[in-house]
């Protein structure tokens, strides 16, 4: 199981970024995958997760309305795209896969709660800089 995730980069307060989470190793089925990040100083925590089987999505209070994650299971690709970026959202984002399960219903659980809990394996960080 591998993720690896790119696109981050350096932008202006007010820009956008699209990251992206290129999974392999699993198919897309019965899984959420969720983005984090780590500013300096700070732990980790959770920005978005998207169910791989229906459209359940979770997204914290710091970036809703900014902020969309889709999937492509053709590609096995997870998307975050991030609007109106500020400083504050300088951090280096990782993307991360919870454990399975043998449902939709139990993924959009999973999802709803923003899969913390329920994280098995994570990718490398990409680096974000929001800069003025």
């Known amino acids: 199981v591998q993720l690896q995730a790119f696109g981050g980069g350096l932008v202006q307060p007010g820009g956008s970024l699209r990251l992206s989470c290129a999974v392999s190793?699993?198919?897309?089925?019965?899984?959420?995958i969720g983005w984090f990040r780590q500013a300096p100083g700070k732990s980790r925590e959770a920005v978005a997760c998207?169910?791989?089987?229906?459209?359940?999505?979770y997204y914290s209070d710091s970036v809703k309305g900014r902020v969309t994650i889709s999937r492509d299971n053709f590609d096995n690709t997870v998307y975050l795209q991030m609007d109106s970026l500020k400083p504050e959202d300088t951090a280096i984002y990782y993307c991360?896969?919870?454990?399975?399960?043998?449902?939709?219903?139990?993924?959009?659980?999973?999802?709803?709660?923003?899969?913390?809990?329920?994280?098995?394996?994570w990718g490398q960080g990409t680096k974000v800089t929001v800069f003025s």
């Open positions: 998207i169910s791989s089987s229906d459209d359940t999505a």
């Open positions: 991360a896969r919870t454990r399975g399960v043998g449902s939709a219903q139990g993924v959009s659980l999973m999802v709803t709660q923003g899969c913390s809990r329920y994280l098995e394996f």
């Open positions: 190793g699993f198919t897309l089925n019965y899984y959420g």
